[in-house]
């Protein structure tokens, strides 16, 4: 979802995408770089405020019905840790084909925490189909959007999601893996002292 002025594509742009592709290729191979959930988190949220310099950039996993906190990063003071899930689609498609400012900013001002909020994107956080969240970017002041600007936010949002999901799967492996580990060394440990008990049953006596 975006919440502000859309500039119009039919007008003629200035283009710079060299130095933002560069920024997001950086951001994309430090988010690789990130293994385990709580750096997945932080970084999302850190390199996202670096690459759109927005006043605040924040990461919310979602959970059944609701948005969780899990990390924020800017000027602004962190949004609200918990939020409900609201459909995004319908904001999105009305910025796009109006051009219009009168959206519920209030509404999101009321569901964030954030009464200095002026414009913000919304991304959806994904991994294939798998929904792992929603990635805020939001401004203080009134900013204008181009198609370029949602498609960079589209891109490392997808890369955010990625990353985010590989460290969620890293750490329930190593879960797995030190569960199984604690009970192999508990079957040994079992295995040994009905050894000994069966040798001191055993053992002949004088």
């Not at 385990?36 to 932080?42: E, G, K, R």
């Amino acid at each position: 979802a975006v919440i502000s002025r859309f500039e119009d594509m039919h007008e003629p742009q200035a283009i710079e995408p060299i130095p933002q592709i560069v920024v997001l290729s950086q951001c994309v191979a430090a988010l690789n770089a990130s293994l385990d959930l709580v750096s997945a988190y932080h970084a999302a949220a850190q390199l996202a405020h670096q690459l759109t310099g927005a006043d605040l950039c924040a990461v919310y996993q979602i959970d059944g019905h609701r948005l969780l906190l899990r990390s924020s990063s800017g000027d602004l003071q962190p949004p609200r840790d918990v939020v409900e899930v609201f459909p995004t689609a319908p904001l999105e498609t009305y910025v796009i084909d109006n051009c219009e400012y009168d959206l519920p900013i209030d509404f999101m001002r009321r569901q964030l925490n954030l009464p200095e909020l002026q414009a913000l994107c919304w991304v959806p956080l994904h991994a294939g189909s798998v929904d792992i969240g929603r990635l805020l970017i939001a401004y203080s002041h009134p900013k204008c959007f181009t198609h370029q600007d949602l498609r960079l936010k589209e891109i490392f949002a997808g890369h955010a999601g990625q990353a985010i999901y590989n460290a969620e799967l890293y750490e329930r492996l190593s879960e797995l893996t030190v569960s199984q580990e604690r009970q192999r060394i508990a079957c040994e440990l079992h295995d040994t002292m009905l050894q000994s008990y069966v040798l001191e049953v055993h053992k002949p006596h004088n």
